[in-house]
């Protein structure tokens, strides 16, 4: 297909036909408006939009619509979101409309995509199959840097992968992000001293849009060996930035904070896949997509074909990793990975941090659990000689 076809879920209002209220769409969104009007030559109708496919779906529609190429400035994200989730967010004559898929060709595609991606991110621990471990200091925010830094320490000996700020967390007077920076990667320096291992640290940047270049460079001047952004709250376009960023040359963790606002509703707003597909475009080499297990709420086949949009060939981009997180512990490694696959990063917070004996034994618990799942063992066998991983089950349970 050399146009953009997007696909969504919509009901109409009980005045308006499922075929009106498509049509309405595709003309709002390229050449039409709420009557017709006297100024459209015969040389824009190529530019029209048309309904390729409309059939019944839960309480209401879905539709696929194409939007000819023509009317995308290739490069421009921002403008693509004008189109494919604009206006039609508020027409009248839709009760509902949500933005579930699109499909771009290979013109809108000009990014470079991951510089690291999920290949990349594997090289740089040393592994090649098993899932990655990634914890997030908690408390969310409050330890001042000294704190923070034994906890990252304490994480990194316990044996995670991974460790990152929390998405409130970026440059607070309490845990300043200089001070902060500095002594975490001082304590990962000791931790790699003792066991031969780098981890990574991604430290929150997330600030306004024309800064955070400069405060990504800075933290690299710093030492940081991955960077984190908050990508909704900064928008897509800070991440692009950051990515594309010559002086970038660490992997970038994308949060996706606020994201339940656009995502969770399943009748209006935008699903995750658009998101994803959009966030590996822009470069970004993990990306949250959810869990199935923990605490934040997903419909568990969005969430694999979100992960795939991630991985899947797309345009000769790297796969991002997908980075399941929020509310996870080791009673819930093995659904997880069931359900995802092992190309996936499990982050622990609570149950990491929560752990009856500390984080150090919380870090091996995960892992524990990650390496019995690899072995096809069940993790309440594996628990019998692994102390970590039984008390971690006693507390949480095994599911
Ligand atoms: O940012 C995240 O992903 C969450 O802070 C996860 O924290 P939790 O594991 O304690 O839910
Ligand atoms: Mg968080």
Redesign the pocket.
């Known amino acids: 297909m050399q146009d953009v076809t997007a696909t969504y879920y919509f009901r109409p209002r009980a005045d308006t036909t499922p075929e009106q209220a498509a049509q309405a769409i595709v003309e709002e969104e390229t050449t039409g408006t709420w009557t017709d009007i006297t100024t459209t030559t015969e040389y824009v109708r190529r530019l029209d939009g048309e309904v390729l496919a409309l059939e019944p779906s839960g309480n209401g529609y879905v539709t696929q619509v194409r939007y000819p190429a023509e009317i995308f400035e290739a490069g421009n994200v921002p403008q693509y979101l004008s189109v494919i989730a604009g206006n039609l967010f508020g027409l009248g004559r839709l009760e509902a409309v949500r933005l579930l898929d699109v499909d771009f060709p290979e013109s809108l595609v000009p990014f470079k995509g991951p510089k690291f991606g999920l290949e990349g991110v594997r090289k740089l621990i040393g592994t090649t199959d098993r899932p990655h471990v990634g ?2 200091i ?1 408390p ?1 925010v409050g330890l001042n840097p000294k704190d923070t830094a034994e906890v990252a320490y304490r994480a990194a000996i316990g044996g995670v992968d991974l460790i ?1 700020d ?2 409130t967390l970026t440059d607070q007077t309490f845990c300043p992000l200089d001070e902060r920076l500095q002594a975490v990667m001082e304590r990962l320096d000791e931790a790699k001293e003792e066991t031969g291992r780098q981890v990574l640290y991604a430290v929150n940047i997330s600030a306004r849009a024309d800064e955070i270049v400069a405060r990504a460079e800075h933290a690299l001047d710093l030492g940081a060996n991955m960077l984190m952004i908050d990508v909704i709250t900064c928008g897509f376009t800070a991440l692009q930035a950051l990515a594309e960023a010559p002086s970038v040359k660490v992997p970038i963790h994308v ?1 996706r ?1 606020m994201h339940g606002a656009i995502t969770r509703n399943p009748e209006h707003g935008i699903a995750m896949r658009p998101i994803a597909r959009i966030v590996r475009m822009l470069g970004g080499d993990q990306l ?1 997509t959810g869990t199935v297990s ?2 934040m709420s997903h419909d568990v086949s969005e969430l694999k074909g979100d992960n795939l949009a991630l991985t899947e060939p797309y345009f000769g981009l790297e796969p991002t990793f997908p ?1 399941a ?5 080791p009673g819930k490694v093995a659904a997880e990975i069931e359900n995802l696959g092992t190309n996936i990063v499990l ?8 752990h009856p004996e500390g984080t150090e034994a919380g870090a091996r618990a995960m892992r524990q659990a990650v390496d019995a799942f690899m072995q096809g063992i069940s993790a309440e066998e594996y628990a019998k000689e692994h102390y970590e991983l039984a008390r971690a089950l006693e507390k949480w349970g095994n599911r």
Not at 325 to 329: A, C, I, K, Q, T
């Open positions: 914890t997030i908690k969310k990152k929390d998405e949060h904070t949250h923990g605490k980075v997180s929020g509310g996870l512990h982050q622990a917070g609570g149950g990491i941090h929560g």
